[in-house]
């Protein structure tokens, strides 16, 4: 460090420890100058009314509350400014429980994918595409020739084994056999019996008839083509009645029901159809919702399956009931608390709810018919805080 950089930093030095030194004359003397304009700032509040608001006779400021008092007030109550609300007379009305589902859907009563029960070349097709058909009507046949001739060669064999059981029968009742060869004679013709009813099942399963009452859709092969018990031939339909399955969440289930009449309205239509619920689904989903199906009759076999839309199902209907909206209501330390207004305050009330439907809910206890209740504001509303009321319904 060379001679000229010595002495800038004792210099900085110096200066640093006087400035420590002077600093508190320097700041009385700053004070001292400051004094004055403080009286005279005092001065200049001479004349006003008491809590430094407006002069005796003038009127409060707009959303402030009687007696002058500001948003930390000196004014009455000491509360702070008013709060301009909305409320809601309460009165007895009807409460219904209207509940709605956007993603509805039509199912068919019944549907199976058509196929063999054994392996063959199809010989026969007995149904046109998209006719409806009887249940037990013969649809398609393959071919059971061997199996034909294997029956008749059983039956061929029937009365030789009678016969022989016959006569096994009357040399036994003159002791002229012994009860095991009549029995082995017996058991040869039971046996026949039998191969022959195994035939028969067989020559069934070579058969495809309707399990029940539909209509028929597209066949996917044709006489004279190979099939297997996994070759679909047609898929057969039931849509009279109709199903009509819909998702509810957890907490609408409980307030459906069968018996209950739901009304559905397809996408892209203006009908609706009228059903009724008949099941349940035993257990909540993955995603917190619960399948339900309605009935419809579709006489007509007009509603197709596969058809979306909504749902709307009317459950409980309460008579005479107080009701509150929903989004007056707080939830606070398990408590369901409301606001509503007394002598120009809020007032806090605890509240007993029961059915809640979409927009309302029905209050047990804590609303009286009359209450002027505090429908908007309610997450800025304090027990006793003033407030303005802008409309009141």
């Keep these: 460090m060379n001679k000229s950089t010595k002495i800038i930093v004792f210099s900085a030095i110096a200066l640093l420890i006087a400035g420590i030194a002077l600093y508190p004359t320097i700041k009385k003397q700053l004070k001292k100058e400051s004094a004055p ?9 001479e004349g006003r009314g008491s809590g430094g608001g407006p002069p005796s006779g003038g009127s409060p400021e707009r959303g402030k509350p009687p007696g002058g008092g500001g948003a930390t007030g000196g004014g009455a109550g000491g509360r702070g400014m008013a ?13 219904e429980n209207i509940i709605r589902s956007s993603t509805a859907k039509t199912i068919p009563d019944e549907e199976v994918d058509l196929t063999f029960e054994s392996s063959g070349k199809i010989i026969g097709i007995f149904f046109q595409e998209g006719s409806h058909v009887k249940k037990g009507q013969l649809l398609a046949k393959i071919n059971d020739k061997p199996l034909q001739a294997e029956l008749k060669k059983l039956q061929a064999q029937i009365p030789l084994a009678e016969d022989r059981v016959f006569r096994q029968k009357s040399l036994l009742e003159k002791d002229a056999v012994s009860k095991e060869a009549f029995e082995q004679v017996s058991t040869e013709l039971e046996k026949l019996y039998a191969d022959i009813e195994l035939i028969k099942a067989r020559i069934a399963q070579t058969e495809l008839l309707a399990p029940f009452d539909g209509y028929i859709g597209l066949r996917n092969i044709s006489e004279g083509a190979y099939a297997n018990q996994l070759t679909i031939i047609t898929r057969l339909t039931k849509i009279i009645p109709l199903k009509i399955e819909f998702p509810l969440n957890e907490s609408q289930a409980d307030f459906v ?8 309205q397809p996408s892209n239509d203006l009908s ?13 989903d993955q995603l917190f919702s619960l399948r339900v199906r309605a009935l419809y009759p579709n006489t007509n076999g007009h509603l197709r399956p596969g058809r979306s839309g909504n749902v709307e199902v009317r459950s409980n209907t309460i008579k005479n009931a107080l009701t509150a909206p929903s989004e007056s209501i707080i939830k606070e330390m398990g408590r369901n608390i409301a606001y509503i207004y007394s002598n120009g305050r809020a007032k806090q009330v605890v509240l007993d709810i029961g059915m809640r439907t979409a927009s309302d809910v029905q209050i047990l206890n804590g609303l009286s018919a009359g209450d002027t209740l505090l429908v908007t504001g309610v997450m800025q509303l304090r027990d006793g ?3 303005i009321i802008d409309n009141i319904n």
């Excluded at 029901?257 to 559905?264: A, D």
Aim: charged fraction near 20%; hydrophobic fraction near 40%.
């Design 37 to 45: 304009q403080e009286v005279s700032g005092a001065r200049g509040t």
């Design 83 to 95: 709060l301009n609300v909305n409320a809601k007379i309460i009165k007895p009305e009807t409460l």
């Design 257 to 264: 029901s069968p018996g209950m009449e739901i009304t559905f």
């Design 272 to 284: 609706i159809y009228k059903a009724t619920v008949y099941a349940k689904e035993t257990r909540v």
């Design 385 to 387: 805080l003033p407030v």
